[in-house]
């Protein structure tokens, strides 16, 4: 460990500043690293909190910050946040689970605009998303539970992707592609290598905008049976005929598929392939219909299809094909007096599953909301609301809240929230079948999770600085264990999961006034003593209540001078049941005009390491991408 954290603090000699640039009236113009995350509005669907009054535990991933990172996928991106696990089976972005503070990967939930857009079948195809980082203004890490904020399944925190207001008209074209220099296993000749493009336009006119992109990316893998390609398109439109109104409505799909070598069997799933497409379409619209009400509605829809090949070379035998849909309608409300503000929601949501091995099934989910938030008592912060949930499989459930807010001055506060939240169970956790390896248990219970959380913050207009010590206990938690060489793996409610973390977490940008040469630094540290009781013996095996992070550390930073830029970005994992491994990623990049280049270096060290299942992650790869951006 000590010889990592001191890999860690060395690599702050290569760090950079991602320089990035757009184009407006066929003019250059320098994007500044301007990011005022004090006055970002956190997405919450009913109360609007700015960033600097929020008393949880939340991280942002700025636009800015997009640009900087060395990444080109959602899930690389959350790779680099403090207190985010992100457990990639598919190389590439091709398949990824997310936890967040040590939980499982089924209890973080997944919102696109507010929208939740998570799998009913298995979460572990929620990041199978159509998003292009272009497209994404930030990404919101909620931490602890979220019912209150957001209903059912936000059991350790939430994560929302926020896409850009189209403010201009522009055509973007970006390439990429990369390679290990390996020579590849499958067709023993040639190396392993990757490649993408990605098309975006964005309009507007009047009271009218509207954003498009299409992408396409394929790699040959980087070891035998892991070559993937997907496909991909994403459309966003709005109408605001004034500033009390507007309208919006997105859609979006993906066809992913890949070679699913050590994904969830190993050893006997070599020749295993995957296919997943997913869509889903949202509308929604805002109305400001006083001074004290507004309105808004939304209804949208998530539907995924999941074909598991165990034998890609014979469909007749060990293939499962699942098909699941979620439909979703929601109406949020806000009222505001002098006193405070009151913010009103109800939603309902169905869910169905058509499976050649987990049956047919379809459930209802309806949820009513109220929060209330005040300023009324100097210096201190209240917001206080509880959650009320139906589940035609659970009954009802109620999940309330407190998060308060003390200002010791203009720069420090101190914080604290408590909360409640449940899981439901998967399809897959209930009815799953596939004997001999698999099977659901119908009996399970919700998982129900409460939490208690204390932190001091710091801002100032160059440093955003927030420590702080969380306890969570999960009732009925559920793992997947078997008996020893002897039984098929099945879900079990275990007795209880206590979880005790501690963070720190530094944003850093230091832009000396009429300097050409910038820094920009994100700093962060998280550990983890999860203490959990459970059901297992020396003859059982578990799946996921060993797996999580003990120590967790991340460390980027950028310089940039003129028209280059230099990013690194670095993080050490250390779990309960696996090595400690450090990973180093950079990036070289300069702006000529319209046109970026940069060249990408991932897991510079070419560590062995392994995230999920058996699947050893890529060594050293490097990629090359240029990205040309005009107006119209």
């Known amino acids: 460990m000590s010889k990592n954290l001191t890999l860690l603090a060395l690599s702050l000699v290569g760090y950079s500043y991602a320089f990035s640039q757009e184009v407006t009236n066929n003019k250059t113009l320098t994007l500044k690293d301007t990011t005022n995350l004090n006055e970002v509005i ?25 640009k900087r990172l060395p990444a080109k996928s959602v899930n690389e991106l959350l790779a680099y946040i403090n207190g985010v696990d992100i ?8 398949q990824a689970d997310v936890t967040i503070d040590g939980g499982s990967f089924e209890q973080t939930l997944i919102l696109l605009n507010g929208a939740k857009i998570s799998d009913p079948q298995t979460a572990h195809h929620s990041l199978n998303l159509p998003i292009p980082t272009d497209a994404i203004e930030r990404i919101e890490i909620i931490k602890g539970p979220a019912s209150r904020i957001y209903g059912i399944n936000s059991l350790t925190g939430a994560i929302n992707i926020v896409t850009k207001t189209v403010s201009e008209n522009l055509i973007s074209a970006q390439a990429y592609t990369g390679t290990s220099f390996k020579n590849s296993e499958d067709t023993q000749n040639g190396k392993y290598y990757g490649k993408g493009f990605q098309l975006g336009f964005t309009h507007k006119i009047a009271q009218f905008s509207q954003q498009l992109y299409l992408g396409h990316e394929d790699s040959n893998g980087q070891r035998y049976n892991t070559a993937s390609k997907n496909n991909k398109i994403y459309y966003q439109g709005a109408y605001a005929p004034d500033s009390l109104n507007n309208i919006s409505t997105s859609f979006g799909y993906i066809d992913n598929q890949f070679g699913a070598n050590g994904y969830y069997a190993a050893p006997g799933d070599k020749e295993s392939y995957e296919l997943v497409k997913t869509a889903f379409a949202t509308i929604q619209s805002k109305h400001k219909l006083s001074n004290a009400l507004t309105i808004s509605p939304r209804i949208s829809n998530r539907y995924n299809e999941d074909d598991y090949r165990y034998f890609r070379h014979d469909l007749s035998k060990a293939r499962s ?22 913010g009103l929601g109800v939603e309902s949501r169905f869910e169905n599953i058509n499976s050649s091995n987990i049956g047919k099934h379809s459930r209802e989910n309806y949820g009513a909301y109220v929060e209330f938030k005040t300023e009324m008592i100097k210096n201190l912060f209240i917001n206080v609301g509880t959650y009320l949930n139906y589940n035609s499989d659970y009954n009802w459930q109620v999940f309330p809240g407190i998060d308060l807010g003390y200002d010791i001055n203009n720069h420090w506060k101190l914080i604290f929230n408590a909360g409640s939240s449940q899981r439901i169970p998967s399809f897959t956790d209930l009815y799953l079948n596939q004997r001999p390896a698999n099977i659901g248990n119908s009996s399970l219970q919700a998982e129900r999770a409460k939490q208690v959380e204390g932190a001091i913050k710091y801002t100032s207009g160059n440093v955003i600085a927030q420590a702080g010590y969380f306890y969570r206990t999960i009732n009925d938690f559920i793992d997947w264990t078997r008996n020893r060489n002897t039984e098929p793996w099945q879900p079990q409610n275990m007795d209880n999961n206590k979880v005790q973390g501690f963070n720190v977490n530094f944003r850093i940008n230091i832009n000396p006034q009429n300097s050409i040469t910038k820094y920009y630094a994100v700093i962060g540290y998280s550990y983890l003593n999860p203490r959990i009781k459970n059901n297992t013996t020396e003859n059982n095996l578990s799946k996921y209540t060993i797996e999580s992070l003990r120590n967790q550390a991340n460390l980027n930073f950028t310089i940039s001078h003129r028209d280059w830029s230099f990013t690194t970005a670095n993080r050490f994992n ?9 990973i180093s990623d950079v990036r070289l990049a300069r702006q000529i005009d319209k046109l970026n280049l940069y060249v990408d270096a991932q897991n510079l060290f070419n560590v062995k390491y392994i995230e999920a299942g058996a699947v050893p992650m890529p060594g050293t790869w490097y990629s090359l991408g240029a990205k040309y951006t005009i107006a119209y």
Do not use: C, W
């Open 87 to 94: 457990r990639q089976r598919g190389p590439f972005g091709s």
């Open 321 to 342: 094909q699942h098909y699941n849909n979620a439909f979703m309608a929601e109406l949020n409300a806000t009222y505001e007096q002098n006193y405070g503000s009151f």
């Open 42 to 66: 956190i997405n919450q669907n009913r109360l609007q909190i700015p960033f600097s009054k929020q008393t949880r535990n939340i991280q942002i991933i700025t636009q800015e910050d997009i």
């Open 574 to 582: 250390e779990r309960l049941s696996y090595k400690s491994y450090f």
